[in-house]
């Protein structure tokens, strides 16, 4: 996947750089592609495979970095001249390469703990109502929060990248996989956020946009309430930080080949993705 980025953004030199978004426990780059028609645009900041088994979203990350640089259809290029966009496909690589090698179905991150078991839930780590709902002290469960807030290097280094960027960052994209909802914040409490109105409405357009392609259906509402409650997530970190648009995407499927999605569907699930994400982009674009 990184030696395919890099070969992106060799062919489109003057607008794609690759930028390190942070790094991983054994030492990987956290690598991403920013792409930029022009300074000072609005920032959209996307990630995917923040669980390492969500092979689909790091797929659909490749795919939308793909077609933005490369699609003749007017909307994705408008899409992509409106916005810098900054793209992660693999925020946990270390999960990746293990979900590769050793454990098809590994969640957390790899950093070893004083017990057997190893790592931390990436999407509990962040310092949002960390460690309060949604997670569990069993240092074997998948739902480890780690040991502290931002005890796990992805996240202290990603914070840091997220940093500069946040005065202009319009939309945060988080994408997973599988379930097919478009969840909004917050997911550490039921209360809703002051701009849930704005919030809806853009999930409306992106909703509609995502079924555009296959048809296929995206269930709308807050993690807390359509899904259950969970503390520490980094979309609910960038809306806490004053990202107005922030979504994370359950993408397919429903639960029938759920992480193990096969191949054949590999292309429909990316090509609704880059859809959704492109009307999101759109409705952004109105609001702002
Ligand atoms: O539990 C999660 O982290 C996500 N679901 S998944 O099945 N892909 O693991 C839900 C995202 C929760 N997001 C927020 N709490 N903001
Ligand atoms: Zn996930």
């Avoid at 957390?108 to 004083?114: D, E, L, Y």
């Avoid at 069993?138 to 840091?160: I, K, N, Y």
């Avoid at 709308?220 to 980094?234: D, E, F, M, Q, R």
């Avoid at 993408?251 to 090509?271: K, Q």
Wanted: net charge neutral.
């Amino acid at each position: 996947m990184y030696t395919w980025m890099e070969g992106l953004v060799k062919r489109f030199p003057a607008v794609a750089t690759l930028v390190k978004g942070g790094w991983s426990t054994e030492g990987r780059h956290i690598l991403g592609v920013r792409i930029a028609h022009a300074a000072d645009l609005p920032v959209i900041y996307v990630e995917a495979g923040i669980h390492g088994r969500e092979w689909a979203s790091s797929s659909a990350a490749t795919y939308i970095l793909d077609q933005l640089l490369t699609s003749a259809d007017p909307a994705v290029a408008q899409a992509a001249r409106s916005f810098e966009w900054h793209i992660f496909p693999s925020v946990n690589p270390d999960a990746h390469e293990y979900t590769h090698t050793t454990d098809r179905l590994w969640r957390k991150s790899r950093k070893p703990t004083t017990t057997l078991c190893t790592g931390a839930d990436l999407n509990r780590n962040f310092p949002v109502s960390w460690g309060t709902v949604g997670v569990s002290w069993d240092f074997c469960s998948d739902l480890f929060p780690g040991t502290r807030a931002a005890s796990e290097v992805e996240t202290r280094t990603r914070m840091a990248y997220m940093e500069d960027l946040l005065p202009r960052m319009k939309a945060f994209v988080a994408l997973h996989s599988f379930g097919q909802f478009l969840l909004l914040p917050w997911g550490f409490t039921p209360a809703e956020p002051r701009d849930h109105q704005g919030l809806v409405a853009v999930a409306s357009k992106t909703a509609e946009a995502f079924a555009r392609p296959h048809g296929t259906p995206l269930t709308i509402g807050s993690i807390a309430k359509v899904l259950y409650p969970a503390s520490g997530a980094s979309m609910d970190w960038a809306h806490s930080r004053g990202v107005p648009f922030t979504y994370t995407f359950e993408l397919r499927d429903r639960g029938n080949y759920g992480f193990l999605l096969p191949a054949s569907e590999i292309l429909p699930a990316s090509e609704e993705a880059l859809a959704g994400v492109v009307g999101m982009a759109d409705a952004v674009l109105q609001r702002l």
